[in-house]
C-alpha cells in the first residue's frame, strides 16, 4: 500500500530533523492516503531498520474519511517528507497546529472551480507538486462548484492518489463515473479510494452515501463496501505475514489467531458485510454489518449457530476495539458462554 516509488515518493520524516518549525511550516500539506497506509509503511521501515523501533515512527495521522486518513508532509523539491512523532517531538507545536498549519498552505494552491470551465474537472498530478487528491480537504473547495452545478451537489473522486475528478451528482452520470472510478481504483497502482464524496447539510465533504437519499445511493454503499473489504484484506495481509515471521502479531501485542475476514453478501438493492466468528479459535475480528457465529459438529464441518448485527454482537459479548489498530479489529479470545449464547440468539436475524 506504500508509495514509496512515486514520481514524488513519500519517506519518513528523517529529512526534516535539521529544520525548524519556522522553515517546515509554509512546506507542509495534508496528504490523504488509505487507512492500512501508514501500518504498512511502519511494517516495511521496521524490516529494513530494526533500531527504528527505538524511536517513535509512526505516521501523525487522523482519520478523516471511513478508511481514508490525513498525514502530513513536508513538501520537498524531489520528495515528501512525511511527518512522525518523532519529529514532531523536535517542535514547539502540538499535532492540531501541525494539521492546521498544513490545511491553511493548502488553501493557497487549491484552484477553485472555474465557472467558464468545463462543469465536469479531471485532473491528474503527474509529478505529485499540486497534491490535487488534497484539495477536498481546503474550505469551501467543493462547495465553489455548487452554483455551476444548478442545484446539483458536487461529487469528488480521488481513485488514485494523483486523480481528482468532480461532476455533479446527476444520476446516469454519477452510474458511468463510480464505474469508471472503480476500474481505476482497481488497476492503480497507488489506490485512494473508490467512493465518492459530496457536501452534507452543513458544507462538510462526507461519503455520497452518507449525504442523504439519491438514485446512486446504492452504487455509492457498494463502493464504500469495495474500499472496507480492499483495506481489510490489505490490513490482513501485513497481520498474516506478521504472524507466518514471528508467530505472534509483535507489533500490537497480540497472540496468534486468525485474521477474519470481510465478506460482501446480500443483492443489489440490499448489500452488507459479515465476518465469522467460529468455535474453538482465537479471532481478530473486522468491522462488518453482521456477526456470524459458527460452531462444529462431530465431523468438524461448520455448523451455523446465529448471525446478530455487530453493535448488538459487541453489547453482548463486550469485545472492544483493540487499541491503535486501524481499520478496527475486535480480539475474541473466546467462544461466547451459554449466557453469552442464549442472547446472542435472541438477537439473531434472518438475512
Request: charged share 25%.
Given at each position: 500500500?506504500?508509495?514509496?516509488?512515486?514520481?514524488?515518493?513519500?519517506?519518513?520524516?528523517?529529512?526534516?530533523?535539521?529544520?525548524?518549525?519556522?522553515?517546515?511550516?509554509?512546506?507542509?500539506?495534508?496528504i490523504l492516503r488509505p487507512t492500512t497506509y501508514k501500518q504498512a509503511a511502519l511494517d516495511n521501515l521496521l524490516h529494513r531498520r530494526p533500531e527504528a523501533?527505538?524511536?517513535?515512527?509512526?505516521?501523525?495521522?487522523r482519520p478523516t474519511f471511513p478508511f481514508v486518513d490525513e498525514l502530513v508532509a513536508i513538501d520537498l523539491p524531489n520528495t515528501r517528507s512525511v511527518i512522525n512523532y518523532s519529529t514532531l517531538a523536535m517542535w514547539p507545536v502540538s499535532t492540531d497546529e501541525v494539521f492546521a498549519a498544513a490545511r491553511e498552505n493548502l488553501e493557497a494552491i487549491a484552484q477553485p472551480h472555474n465557472p467558464r470551465g468545463n462543469a465536469i474537472l479531471t485532473r491528474t498530478d503527474r509529478d505529485g507538486d499540486a497534491y490535487l487528491t488534497s484539495w477536498p480537504l481546503a474550505p469551501g473547495w467543493l462547495a465553489s462548484f455548487s452554483q455551476r452545478y444548478a442545484g446539483r451537489r458536487p461529487v469528488v473522486f480521488m481513485p488514485d492518489i494523483d486523480t481528482l475528478i468532480v461532476v455533479p451528482d446527476i444520476p446516469h452520470l454519477l452510474a458511468r463515473i463510480y464505474r469508471q472510478v472503480e476500474q481505476q481504483y482497481v488497476d492503480a497502482r497507488h489506490r485512494l479510494s473508490p467512493q465518492g464524496y459530496t457536501l452534507d447539510e452543513d458544507n462538510a465533504v462526507v461519503?455520497?452515501?452518507?449525504?442523504?437519499?439519491h438514485e446512486q445511493h446504492r452504487t455509492a454503499a457498494r463502493a464504500g463496501y469495495r474500499l472496507a473489504i480492499e483495506e481489510y484484506a490489505a490490513q490482513a495481509d501485513w497481520l498474516n505475514e506478521a504472524l507466518e515471521r514471528d508467530l505472534e502479531f509483535t507489533h500490537c501485542g497480540l497472540q496468534m489467531a486468525i485474521v477474519g475476514e470481510?465478506?460482501?453478501?446480500?443483492?443489489?438493492?440490499?448489500p452488507y458485510t459479515y465476518t465469522i466468528w467460529g468455535k474453538g479459535v482465537d479471532y481478530l475480528l473486522p468491522a462488518a454489518d453482521y456477526i456470524m457465529f459458527a460452531s462444529t459438529d462431530a465431523d468438524n464441518n461448520a455448523v451455523p449457530v446465529c448471525t446478530v448485527p455487530l453493535t448488538a454482537a459487541?453489547?453482548?459479548?463486550?469485545?472492544?476495539?483493540?487499541?491503535?489498530?486501524?481499520p478496527i479489529r475486535f480480539e475474541a479470545p473466546f467462544w461466547p458462554d451459554e449466557t453469552m449464547l442464549t442472547?446472542?440468539?435472541q438477537a439473531s436475524v434472518a438475512l
Open positions: 500500500m506504500g508509495s514509496f516509488d512515486h514520481p514524488k515518493p513519500d519517506h519518513l520524516a528523517a529529512l526534516a530533523q535539521h529544520r525548524t518549525w519556522a522553515e517546515v511550516r509554509p512546506l507542509l500539506r495534508p523501533d527505538e524511536i517513535d515512527t509512526r505516521f501523525v495521522s461519503p455520497f452515501d452518507r449525504a442523504g437519499r470481510v465478506k460482501l453478501a446480500g443483492t443489489d438493492t440490499r459487541l453489547e453482548i459479548t463486550g469485545l472492544a476495539p483493540i487499541p491503535g489498530m486501524s442472547q446472542l440468539k
